[in-house]
């Protein structure tokens, strides 16, 4: 049996799908069997989670296929737009919390929960915050905007449960308006986590620039090739978790055409092998003027 790596985006993910799957079974038979309607409804949350996870897979699974001839670049933006549908999922949680709280105002129905409701949201904090904190990890690791997007899922989903806990200690101690003043705050928490996150994945859509942490990178490794003058211009975007780099370097006018081709050459190769996450160079040679 090969051995499992927990840290490989995959898996991870499907880490995140087992588990977003016990959830919303242990919540929708504890709402029926306990008749909570708000468990029901944080069952039927989990069952969105599915939905997002399962979107999450679809993008990694359609991102790793390698170029072909209708997608010359890869497929890799797959992973960005799983990671902006997500974070769309995240703002419809963000705003169903909030309308939910707005409507226990309105109506003034209150119900006294279950002892299992208490156990699920506690447990359910737990959960989630841990594979919030998991996921992230690896999602920077492996640079994956979609990994990253279901890590915030899972902190949604902890905040949720905060305010399901909050509500139902008020309820407990008859502080009834705990539940909406609750369910508010945590529905604006939710609702700005999802635009932060919506705000890179556009980035990333729209070819914005990578951070200039990697473009000094990029330049670092480039300049440190024999034969490379300076660095004339440099182009770098993102496709889902990697890099495509496009980069003019100027060489001494008196190269032949071999020699220019070789520092060429060894541009890309250094980039592809010592930067991270690089997927593509193309490396454009230009004689030396110093300025
Ligand atoms: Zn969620």
Redo the contacts with the bound molecule.
């Keep these: 049996m090969p051995k499992v790596n927990f840290l490989d985006s995959k898996t991870c993910t499907l880490v995140g799908l087992v588990t977003n799957v016990a959830l919303a079974i242990f919540k929708l038979l504890a709402g029926i069997f306990g008749f909570s309607y708000a468990m029901i409804a944080d069952g039927i ?2 069952v ?2 599915c939905l ?1 996870t399962s979107t999450v897979y679809v993008g990694l699974r359609i991102g790793e296929r390698p170029a072909d001839e209708s997608h010359p670049y890869g497929h890799g933006n797959a992973e960005t737009i799983a990671a902006f549908l997500v974070a769309l ?2 703002l419809a ?1 963000g705003a169903f919390v909030g309308i939910s709280a707005v409507r226990l105002i309105v109506h003034q129905h209150f119900e006294t929960p279950a002892t299992i409701a208490l156990a699920a949201a506690a447990a359910s904090i737990v959960i989630k915050e841990g594979m919030f904190r998991y996921t992230f990890k690896v999602g920077e690791r492996n640079n994956s905007p979609a990994v990253i997007a279901n890590a915030w ?2 902190r ?2 902890a905040y ?1 449960s905060v305010a399901a806990l909050v509500g139902i200690l008020g309820a407990r101690l008859a502080f009834w308006y705990l539940d909406p003043i609750a369910g508010l705050a945590v529905s604006v928490l939710i609702v700005k986590m999802s635009i932060a996150l919506l705000r890179p994945n556009i980035g990333i859509l729209m070819d914005e620039r990578p951070d200039t942490a990697i473009l000094a990178e990029i330049t670092a490794t480039a300049r440190k090739v024999s034969g490379v003058r300076a660095i004339d211009n440099l182009r770098a975007h993102r496709r889902g978790s990697t890099f495509t780099i496009d980069i003019e370097v100027a060489v001494d006018g008196g190269l032949t055409v071999e020699q220019g081709h070789q520092v060429a050459s060894e541009v890309k190769s250094r980039l592809l092998g010592e930067v991270e996450h690089v997927q593509d160079v193309m490396v454009h040679v230009n004689p030396y003027r110093p300025s």
């Design positions: 949350h989990s969105s989670d997002a999922i995240i949680t899922d899972h949604s989903d949720s």
